[in-house]
């Protein structure tokens, strides 16, 4: 089975802290995803990638950059934490039709 | 915005078949009906996928009207192990799924 893996269960940051969020995945996958998920407003797609160097911005990308430097691995990146984005965030994969999801990282910015 | 309409939560007696629908009038040609399952606190499970013709896995059926512009997604046999936030996704680009706010199944003993 493909998994994606997700560097943090939990994690806790302080506002204006530069916050990396690591995911890998095992199965060579083309395309890869971050979410968020919070309460009421269901899975946003904030960044994807569909190949290695490329990126393209969802539907909730501002406060947030991306790296894919490798294939297998996808970095969502807060250059400055702040409040609002403490959520629960969703790394994805995928190769043509079917995506399989991280456990998700809940992250919290005091 | 979601293509698709579900109503915010069922409930279903444990050994029934569930029956969660889906709504997605302006679907077009091309488009696959998806489903995922996200079981509180773990990411989205993909369960199954169809574009015309009826579905069937080891976890669930799916069911879409000859028009397409409807789903019903099937649960043979509930578990209480079967609660979790149900979502319907039209694939909005390839591989792009947006998700809904689902619907919560409840099953109870």
């Known amino acids: 089975d493909v998994k994606v893996t997700q560097s943090s269960r939990y994690l806790v940051k302080r506002t204006g802290e530069k916050v990396f969020l690591e995911c890998v995945q095992d199965?060579?996958?083309?395309?890869m995803f971050w979410y968020r998920q919070d309460p009421g407003l269901g899975l946003r797609l904030i960044y994807f990638?569909?190949?290695?160097?490329?990126?393209e911005k969802g539907d909730i990308p501002e406060g947030y950059s991306v790296s894919r430097e490798k294939k297998e691995r996808f970095s969502l990146i807060l250059e400055s934490a702040s409040t609002n984005q403490t959520s629960m965030y969703l790394c994805a994969s995928s190769l043509a039709r079917g995506y399989t999801f991280g456990s998700g990282t809940r992250l919290t910015v005091v | 915005d979601a293509k698709t309409t579900q109503p915010p939560s069922m409930d279903c007696a444990e050994g029934r078949a569930a029956n969660l629908p889906c709504n997605h009038s302006?679907?077009?040609?091309?488009?696959?009906v998806y489903w995922y399952r996200q079981i509180h606190s773990q990411g989205p499970q993909y369960i199954i996928h169809?574009?015309?013709n009826n579905e069937t896995n080891e976890m669930a059926s799916l069911i879409i009207t000859e028009d397409r512009k409807s789903s019903t997604l099937i649960l043979p046999h509930a578990t209480l192990r079967d609660t979790a936030v149900y979502y319907c996704?039209?694939?909005?680009?390839?591989?792009?799924?947006?998700f809904g706010t689902g619907t919560r199944l409840q099953v109870f003993p």
């Open positions: 996704i039209v694939e909005y680009n390839t591989d792009k799924l947006i």
């Open positions: 199965m060579d996958h083309e395309n």
């Open positions: 169809g574009l015309k």
């Open positions: 990638s569909y190949d290695v160097k490329m990126k």
């Open positions: 302006t679907i077009s040609g091309n488009e696959y």
